[in-house]
């Protein structure tokens, strides 16, 4: 069965610092590969997509990045973090036109 | 562009009441997802709505699809304090695009 990973659960950087998030997927082969963020009591923000290895779409522009060098591996990366980056970010896979999974989530605080 | 709306945004409702969230949707689309997401945690898949009139029902949840009218409802049947999450509508795109959410909370 697939699973997916997210890591790590939370993490505390202060302004400036740069940030990796790492997600991947096991059991599914060239998924679709999705990262949102959520900010607090707010809705989801489509930050990230990909269809396939090194194929990324940005929804929003900002000092945020990702990338994609394995199939299943997705990572979002900054080289300067803003208070602004503080949320709840969310990796999604999906397999065509299916339902999304979700990974159970990195809580950011900026400081 | 897409754009899908929920309402209400807040809803609290009484234990043993009956109510619906809608999903509105902009642009031709036949299928149609709802998640559940308790407070700090992820997402979690409710229902998956492959087409016109669909209708799928899990315990006090039930939620159809009418792409003639691009619309979606998730009806509640007397609510209990469990149901308390934020319910959110997806609607099959590329990417998916999500509503903003409806937060319910159930009290006594």
């Known amino acids: 069965s697939q699973t997916i990973h997210q890591w790590p659960a939370t993490l505390v950087q202060p302004v400036g610092s740069p940030l990796s998030l790492e997600c991947t997927v096991e059991?599914?082969?060239?998924?679709?590969l999705y990262w949102y963020r959520q900010a607090a009591g707010r809705g989801l923000q489509l930050l990230f997509y990909?269809?396939?290895?090194?194929?990324i779409s940005s929804e929003v522009p900002q000092n945020l990045s990702a990338s994609r060098p394995q199939d299943r591996q997705f990572i979002l990366s900054s080289k300067k973090l803003l208070l602004s980056d503080s949320g709840f970010y969310l990796c999604?896979?999906?397999?065509?036109?299916?339902?999304?999974?979700f990974g159970q989530g990195t809580r950011l605080t900026v400081v | 562009e897409l754009k899908v709306e929920q309402n209400p945004l807040f809803l609290s409702m009484q234990e043993g009441k009956n109510y619906t969230i809608y999903c509105n949707y902009s642009?031709?689309?036949?299928?149609l997802y709802w998640y559940r997401q308790d407070p700090g945690k992820s997402l979690e898949s409710l229902f998956v709505?492959?087409?016109?009139?669909a209708v799928k029902q899990e315990g006090r949840l039930m939620a159809s699809l009418d792409t003639k009218a691009r619309l979606s409802t998730l009806h509640i049947t007397a609510a209990v304090h469990d149901l308390s999450a934020t319910y959110f509508c997806?609607?099959?795109?590329?990417?998916?695009?999500f509503g903003k959410g409806t937060r319910l909370s159930v009290i006594a």
């Open positions: 997806a609607v099959e795109w590329t990417p998916l695009v």
């Open positions: 059991g599914t082969s060239n998924p679709n």
């Open positions: 709505l492959l087409s016109n009139g």
């Open positions: 990909s269809v396939g290895i090194g194929q």
């Open positions: 642009t031709t689309s036949d299928r």
């Open positions: 999604a896979w999906r397999e065509g036109n299916t339902e999304a999974f």
